[in-house]
């Protein structure tokens, strides 16, 4: 019986020393501080907050960009420590439905705010006039290509029309068939419902229409995704490709050509262990349908926030003015390439002289916003759209079907 | 100590034995009966993790449930992954258990390595077959070109057949050591003297297995078949890693489609109504359990 | 049990032998192969079956990552805590169900036994509102409970049939003997269902050191995370392409299972062999 009672004792000291919290620290949530390109800038801005606030230290809480709205949510839901966030502009709608963010103006000077940033880059961030989101770094998803490999391929002019891309991406293929011409993102929701977007803008198509009806099944929609499935079919494209299998394939030197944002540079320089990669990628803008379309681009960014379960706002809107301060910011884009908003920073001749900032800036004109992004269940509707072009890809439904279907799962998703 | 000796002899036999299924009972009512009975009442509410507080709302779930284009497909999903995997991982496992049970050198330490299988961690298998299923790399792809079966690589998890196809085989290797321990444990309780006995009566191996080994392991054989489907039926993790459900729902089964519903789309209420079918298509499963069970004992 | 004598039946035996034999263990060949491989070795479309330089790069990774060490050990507080609450509480039951007759027992043995069935993702949706009422989120507290709700079911059962194969007169015995129901119990039943207990905790153990549905749920922060969800979380964004260190850390995180069940395996067979005699 002895034994027993000890067994017991023993089980109940460990269930008690489970509950008993750690020391209260303030949490910064995120993905970036999780990626091994941006990493060591997410320990520089906590490790220089956290020297100058002995009474107010911030630690780190983070999860692959994949999981992070996800966890999220479950977080900020459960009433545990979470003060602040880092979050991708196109989840900004789900979190304010939510209604656990705090109203930045409330707890920020607001000349400090109309003073640092741009007019339009402020509203990027409210919602019904509050300001919800604090922007960070904003750029768009944009076309890159290797050059290396296109000269090898005979490819002379960077490609501008679907037609000059095709071609190129034939003769990748005939290079060598152990490229990927395009490594399109097939996978993930999270990336592959946003280039989908871009697409059918350069097929003159879309998810919406002005009114808000989903025309996601039109004819020209349709057009788009027998192209896009044509790809495949040729060999151009793979499945089962997310945007971090692209940039490994990528930095293997295997892919033409793939979609990401500002700072994918950066990361293949992590990935490769190269100091210049100047030679084996270069920014594009995205293929017309015919001469003199607009080439396509999404708006990319992420943005700072701050959570109603905050204990010091006080501090968490210092902290964040901290992270966004010209200082580090400058930093974040040398070491990380991320480009920043605050006008300080942005006026600097560090980010002004840069050449692939600018270049990336004339693919950024274009940007629009991703068309699921105003909508609460931004999510389930870029996963539904994944499904249904993968349906498609795989063949299991023609374009048609598979939009239609698309069509048909949208509108109960935001009639309801 | 001495004090609960005193209070058991004024117990009756009866509130004795009652009292020890006591904290079995109450934590069996607060975290298996209550949430079921809870999630089914959900399945008729707006109940969201983006707010708090729910809203009756009759039907609506069920009718956007069966609105929606790609539901059969889900239960299709999960019909075929269920059966294949039960059936194919009994099956080998079953002919495994028979090989070492021939009683060859070594056999007992096979035993043993095959059981390692069973307790790598899930997430650990999936990352593994997704390495040989890959399909830039991937060993599989290898080994077939080297065959000459194939000339160019296949993504193997990114087609629809083959996505299944590959949960299936890995979520098999994982339960295989399963029925190997629990068929090899039946095969050494099968009476040795019938065997010899049909063995004098001329019988060839398939008479043994069919006259002797099959009817002297019916109750096991019936017991691990119900098991492993419940499990089957009930598993997330490698699918969740290998495909997270994907390539366009090639591979959500109704558990990982409640998953997502409930936490990717926030929409509990949807997910729970999901729930709610589940579990009335899994009462005619249960019911013939029962029925058996009590038959048997 | 089978003859094995003429060419045809060898044949067929040795086929069987092979081809379930690499089913079986060729993945965790792989496993390791591809661990010990340096980095460029991994990404070769023609891969070697027996690498060409051994690297212990993959391995080394792993032991300095903090962070595996800490989801070691919280699946190992929380595995160990709730199969052992999970086993006594099903102990008790078993015991109960085996030995005492009284009102309702035999509906609450059929719930107990459907309760199995129950979609565990289901039961987790109010699971999830419940412990956030409480306050549970992001503790062990709520991991130990749920997980008791896997082992409970089947691990009742499993100890009502061990208990059943007891015979009566050794209870009846005790008390002419003048010990209490409950030194009884402890003292003379218990010890005789070691194997049993042991090979429910086992079965607990291994259920809660796998899941991932609940703990990718109740748990968010990194500190409290245990295995699975923490490999996914590690390995399946941005590092899916380091091959050779995911396979690594699954075979970190493996071993200590893997020893403890070889320890106890003997335990775990024999409570296996008890249950299949008795069909």
């Known amino acids: 019986m002895k034994r027993y009672l000890a067994v017991v004792t023993m089980l109940l000291v460990l269930v008690l020393s489970c509950t008993v919290g750690s020391a209260k620290e303030l949490v910064w949530s995120g993905w970036s501080g999780e990626e091994a390109a941006t990493k060591p800038m997410i320990e520089k801005m906590l490790a220089t907050w956290n020297a100058e606030h002995p009474d107010a230290q911030f630690a780190w809480v983070g999860w692959p960009w994949g999981n992070t709205l996800e966890q999220l949510i479950i977080r900020s839901q459960g009433g545990e420590a979470l003060d602040v966030a880092q979050i991708d502009i196109r989840w900004l709608t789900a979190l304010a439905e939510a209604d656990v963010l705090v109203d930045l103006s409330t707890v920020m000077d607001k000349a400090w705010l109309e003073g640092n940033f741009e007019e339009s880059y402020l509203v990027a961030g409210q919602i019904d006039g509050k300001q919800l989101g604090l922007p960070w770094t904003l750029a768009s998803i944009g076309m890159v290509f290797n050059p290396s490999l296109l000269e090898q391929a005979g490819v002379e002019e960077v490609p501008a029309t679907i037609a000059e891309f095709e071609a190129a991406l034939e003769a990748l293929k005939n290079l060598d068939p152990g490229i990927i011409p395009y490594a399109a993102t097939t996978k993930d929701p999270g990336s592959m419902s946003a280039d989908f977007q871009a697409w059918l803008w350069t097929f003159g198509a879309g998810v919406f229409d002005d009114n808000g009806n989903v025309v996601i099944n039109s004819d020209s929609a349709v057009e788009c995704l027998t192209w896009f499935k044509s790809l495949l079919d040729r060999g151009y494209i793979r499945m089962d490709v997310s945007r971090f299998d692209a940039r490994e394939l990528y930095a293997q030197n295997v892919v033409g050509f793939y979609d990401d944002a500002v700072m994918c540079n950066g990361i293949l320089k992590t990935n490769t262990g190269l100091d210049n990669v100047d030679a084996y990628i270069e920014p594009m803008l995205r293929p017309v349908l015919t001469d003199g379309d607009a080439p396509q681009s999404k708006l990319w960014g992420h943005m700072l926030v701050m959570l109603k379960s905050t204990t010091d706002s006080q501090n968490a809107a210092a902290f964040l003015q901290h992270v966004v301060g010209e200082e580090l910011a400058l930093d974040y884009f040398v070491q990380a390439g991320m480009l920043p908003v605050v006008q300080a920073a942005v006026n600097n001749p560090i980010v002004q002289d840069d050449i692939w900032a600018n270049k990336w800036l004339q693919i950024t004109v274009y940007g629009r916003m991703g068309e699921t992004e105003g909508h609460a269940k931004a999510a389930q509707l870029d996963t539904i759209i994944t499904e249904e072009v993968q349906a498609a890809l795989m063949g299991s439904k023609t374009p048609k079907k598979a939009l239609d279907d698309a069509a048909r799962r949208i509108e109960l998703a935001i009639r309801y | ?297 | 049990m089978f003859e094995i004598r003429t060419p045809w039946q060898k044949l067929v035996f040795a086929l069987a032998f092979l081809c379930i034999g690499l089913y079986v263990f060729f993945p965790t060949y792989w496993m390791v192969i591809t661990a010990l491989k340096p980095g460029q070795e991994v990404f070769n479309p023609n891969p070697t079956f027996w690498p060409r330089t051994i690297s212990l790069e993959g391995f080394r990774e792993v032991f300095l990552d903090q962070r595996i060490w800490v989801y070691l050990r919280n699946s190992l507080t929380v595995s160990l805590s709730s199969s052992a609450l999970a086993t006594l509480v099903a102990a008790y039951a078993g015991y109960s169900f085996s030995k005492f007759r009284y009102r309702g027992r035999k509906t609450f043995m059929y719930l107990v036994l459907t309760a199995q069935m129950f979609p565990l993702v289901v039961l987790l949706l109010t699971i999830y509102l419940m412990m956030r009422t409480f306050g549970f989120l992001d503790n062990y507290l709520a991991l130990i409970l749920s997980y008791i709700t896997f082992v409970l079911p089947m691990g009742t059962w499993a100890l009502k049939s061990y208990f059943d194969q007891i015979p009566d007169s050794l209870i009846e015995s005790a008390k002419v003997d003048g010990a209490s129901r409950v030194m009884t119990m402890h003292r003379i039943i218990f010890p005789l269902a070691i194997p049993g207990m042991v090979s429910t905790a086992i079965y607990g153990f291994v259920w809660s050191w796998n899941d991932l549905l609940y703990s990718l749920t109740l748990i968010t922060s990194p500190g409290k995370r245990t295995l699975a969800p923490g490999l996914i979380l590690n390995y399946m964004g941005e590092f899916q392409s380091s091959w050779g260190t995911m396979m690594a850390a699954s075979i970190v995180v493996s071993i200590p299972v893997t020893l403890m069940f070889v320890f106890l395996q003997r335990f775990f067979i024999a409570g296996l062999t008890a249950g299949a005699e008795k069909g």
Not at chain 2, 96 to 125: C, D, F, H, K, Y
């Open chain 2, 1 to 297: 100590m001495k004090r609960k000796v005193h209070s058991g002899r004024k117990l009756t036999e009866s509130q004795f034995g009652f009292l020890l299924a006591l904290p079995a009972l109450a934590v069996f009512g607060a975290i298996i009966l209550y949430p079921l009975l809870n999630s089914f009442a959900m399945g008729f509410t707006n109940q969201s993790l983006l707010r708090p507080g729910r809203q009756y709302v009759g039907l609506l779930n069920f009718e956007r449930i069966f609105l929606d284009p790609n539901i059969l497909q889900v239960f299709v999903n999960t019909f075929v992954f269920v059966a294949c995997t039960t059936a194919f991982s009994f099956s080998m496992g079953f002919i495994w258990a028979m090989v070492l049970n021939q009683g060859l050198r070594g056999s007992e330490l096979l035993r043993g390595i095959t059981l390692v299988n069973w307790i790598i961690p899930g997430t650990a298998i999936g990352f593994l077959w997704m390495w040989i299923f890959n399909g830039q790399y991937g060993v599989l792809n290898a080994l077939l070109r080297g065959l000459g079966l194939i000339q160019e690589n296949i993504t193997w998890l990114g087609r629809p057949g083959s996505a299944m196809a590959a949960v299936v085989i890995a979520r098999a290797w994982q339960t295989l050591p399963w029925y190997m321990a629990f068929l090899l444990a039946g095969l050494q309780a099968v009476p040795y003297e019938q065997v010899e006995a049909a063995r004098i009566d001329g019988a060839s191996n398939f008479g043994v297995f069919t006259r002797i080994v099959l009817p002297n392991m019916k109750f096991i054989i019936f017991l691990i078949l119900i098991l492993g489907v419940i499990g089957n039926l009930q598993h997330f993790d490698i699918i969740w890693v290998m495909t997270q459900g994907g390539p366009a729902q090639a591979t959500t089964t109704l558990a990982v489609e409640v998953y997502r519903r409930a936490f990717q789309n926030w929409e509990l209420g949807v997910a729970a109504a999901i729930g709610v079918l589940w579990v009335l298509l899994i009462s005619i499963f249960a019911f013939f359990y029962i029925r058996n069970l009590e038959r048997d004992s």
